[in-house]
């Protein structure tokens, strides 16, 4: 008896300790079960997946004409490693970005004028560490969820961005094993953005109590848009009145703001970002397909034109695979959580370059 046969044998046993099997077959070398619905789906499988881990198969459900799907293919290795060298000089360069956007804001002439004797030191380390507290605390979101579901993840790769827009695109971290169910996908996915926001919330509380309020026409400014969650920390915490006075922002205030704008463009329900982990796991895939083309059109009509047509681009040629298990549903309290916080935080970060 061959290798490969020996192989399905025991396949199949091990998928008979878990689930009923109404029929098997070989579909193009991949050993393909129906199998009976059961309650426990969710938990079955996952045990499955435990069970196979490590041996070279990788099982995955999906639903066809009604029946439940169970494919077990083979699988080595994980989904790459990471590179600690990259990710030492990636973020070295992420933070010679971040001290130079910094001290453009700091040393710039509208604070020559409101603030001579200001300490511009002590005010660019205080840009670095908060822009850095953001971006680093959402990665971070995304691997207490990986730890606690043993998704294998890399450690955060910062990408430096312009020094004249703040000087960082955030971070990422790169997934070295699979998604096991819905559940999973919306804590990994979701996990990140909700940490990053509330690490904006509080930089920007600081940041506004920070910043100067000037009268109309003092200095030379420019105006960003600024998302809602913004405009109502500065109601609450900085309030004044905008037909007399201007708000110079600290750059501590300005690192929120880029929380909040990054926040936003992450949650925007799109292939690999954040928001297209949210969405795949909430409404499954054949209404995620729809929901990604508004969230592309989101981002056209907010004014992040490059990021649209890069959002596309991953949405045709790669689009998301979902979990392993994408027959058992989203588990009822993440559903009622990211029905509400998904679309409420979406909606508090949006900015829109347009208007």
Same mark, same amino acid.
């Given at each position: 008896m061959g290798e490969s046969m020996i192989d399905v044998i025991s396949i199949e046993a091990i998928v008979r300790r878990f689930f009923n099997v109404?029929?098997?077959?070989?579909?193009?070398?991949?050993?393909?079960?129906i199998i009976s619905p059961t309650p426990d789906l969710k938990l079955k499988f996952k045990s499955l997946y435990d069970c196979m881990k490590g041996s070279g198969y990788l099982p995955i459900l999906r639903k066809h004409d009604g029946r439940i799907v169970l494919?077990?293919?083979?699988?080595?290795?994980?989904?790459?490693?990471?590179?600690?060298?990259?990710?030492?000089?990636?973020f070295i360069a992420t933070l010679a970005t971040i001290t130079y956007s910094g001290y453009l804001q700091v040393a710039s002439l509208s604070f020559d004028i409101v603030d001579p004797k200001r300490n511009i030191p002590m005010n660019?380390?205080?840009?670095?560490?908060?822009?850095?507290?953001?971006?680093g605390l959402h990665e971070f979101g995304h691997k207490i969820a990986s730890k606690i579901h043993n998704v294998e993840t890399s450690f955060p790769y910062f990408i430096?961005?312009?020094?004249? @827009?703040?000087?960082?695109?955030?971070?990422?971290? $790169?997934?070295?094993?699979?998604?096991?169910?819905? *559940?999973? &996908?919306?804590? /990994?996915g979701f996990s990140g953005p909700l940490i990053g926001f509330s690490a904006a919330i509080l930089v920007s509380i600081l940041g506004l109590r920070l910043s100067y @309020?000037?009268?109309?026409?003092?200095?030379?400014? $420019?105006?960003?848009?600024?998302?809602?969650?913004? *405009?109502? &920390?500065?109601? /609450?915490?900085?309030p004044l009145d905008f037909a007399k006075y201007d708000l110079l922002l600290h750059p501590v205030a300005f690192?929120?703001?880029?929380?909040?704008?990054?926040t936003f463009i992450?949650?925007?329900? $799109?292939?690999?970002?954040?928001?297209?982990?949210?969405?795949?796991?909430?409404?499954?895939?054949?209404?995620?397909?729809?929901?990604?083309?508004?969230?592309?059109?989101?981002?056209?009509?907010?004014?992040?034109?490059?990021?649209?047509?890069?959002?596309?681009?991953?949405h045709i040629y790669r689009g998301h695979p979902g979990p392993l298990d994408d027959v058992s549903?989203?588990?009822?309290?993440?559903?009622?959580?990211?029905?509400?916080?998904?679309?409420?935080?979406i909606l508090l970060c949006f900015t829109s370059f347009y208007y």
């Open positions: 109404e029929d098997f077959s070989m579909q193009f070398g991949v050993p393909t079960f494919r077990v293919f083979r699988f080595e290795g994980g989904f790459g490693g990471g590179n600690r060298l990259a990710a030492l000089v990636l660019i380390v205080l840009y670095v560490l908060c822009l850095l507290a953001v971006a430096p961005g312009p020094p004249e @827009i703040g000087g960082t695109m955030g971070a990422i971290i $790169v997934q070295r094993s699979p998604v096991v169910n819905r *559940d999973q &996908l919306f804590d /990994v @309020i000037i009268p109309k026409g003092m200095i030379y400014a $420019v105006y960003i848009p600024v998302p809602a969650i913004f *405009d109502i &920390l500065v109601h /609450v915490f900085r690192a929120g703001w880029i929380g909040f704008l990054v992450n949650l925007m329900p $799109v292939s690999q970002l954040d928001g297209g982990h949210v969405s795949r796991a909430l409404f499954g895939e054949r209404y995620y397909r729809v929901i990604a083309y508004i969230g592309v059109l989101v981002l056209m009509f907010s004014g992040f034109l490059l990021m649209a047509i890069l959002a596309l681009f991953m549903p989203l588990s009822f309290k993440r559903r009622v959580l990211g029905l509400i916080l998904f679309p409420a935080i």
